[in-house]
């Protein structure tokens, strides 16, 4: 009986920065669970690579080009979507920079990708969700991928640092704005997980050592751990959880 809760079936979720890394296997988990999927990204090949995995387990799965600092394109694209239940709020990057050094361009940039453009897309998919007639009495999920270092501070990380707060900001915002729609707004905060955009940094010998130190559990996380957590914050079994941080991050913030 509980388990059935984790179940996604006839549900429609959207994933930002689906083409690789852990939105892939945020859309590959979703599909696990049931869900039909809309998934985005910048490059066609690689939406298309996830969309062969996801086909195969017998789940509609649409997928789109978009620029998401593209405001007109977003929009565009969110209105072709007929039904939105939950959203995967995904995409984002980071130039690490010692903050003497963070270069104008890379700074801006990293507040349009993981701020701006995450806020623009919650609010379109948020109006689209509410045009259900039903959405009170069905629910919906909205996921923020956030990181520990929206919670604690780390070196040449002080541009992620300020839009990861600033997202977990938003985060407790919207919750409380959209309780009322039982639309639940939840943050995922990964530590270092091995995915394409974090594997060059990890190539650093003297950076690996000292990240998993800080790791109590002494080890990097796997994709399908964020994923699988992502997974549950917008099934059922999370229906009670709204405004929170979930920390997928090995005891990195318990020190």
């Given amino acids: 009986m509980y388990l059935k809760k984790y179940n996604l079936k006839n549900k429609v979720a959207v994933i930002t920065g689906a083409g690789k890394g852990l939105g892939k296997a945020c859309a590959i988990a979703f599909a696990e669970a049931g869900s039909n999927i809309v998934i985005i990204s910048r490059t066609q090949k690689d939406l298309n690579q996830v969309s062969k995995i996801v ?9 789109y080009v978009c620029d998401l600092t593209d405001y007109k394109q977003t929009e565009f694209i969110v209105n072709k979507i007929p039904k939105i239940d939950i959203l995967v709020n995904n995409a984002g990057t980071n130039f690490p920079e010692h903050f003497t050094k963070v270069k104008r361009s890379n700074m801006e940039y990293m507040v349009k990708i993981n701020n701006v453009a995450a806020f623009n897309f919650a609010q379109l998919c948020t109006l689209k969700m ?11 999920a909205i996921i923020n991928m956030s990181s520990q270092m929206g919670h604690v501070g780390g070196p040449i990380r002080s541009v992620y640092n300020m839009n990861k707060h600033g997202l977990e900001g938003l985060t407790k915002g919207m919750a409380i704005d959209l309780a009322k729609y039982n639309i639940r707004v939840n943050s995922v905060c990964p530590t270092f997980v091995v995915t394409p955009l974090t594997s060059k940094f990890l190539k650093n010998k003297s950076f690996k050592k000292e990240t998993l130190n800080n790791i109590p559990l002494g080890r990097f996380a796997e994709m399908s751990e964020i994923a699988s957590t992502v997974v549950f914050l917008a099934s059922d079994a999370a229906s009670m959880i709204t405004g929170t941080s979930l920390l997928v991050d090995g005891g990195w913030t318990a020190k």
């Fill in 55 to 63: 086909k195969k387990l017998k789940v509609k799965c649409k997928s």
């Fill in 130 to 140: 509410l045009k259900a007639k039903n959405r009170k009495k069905i629910g919906g």
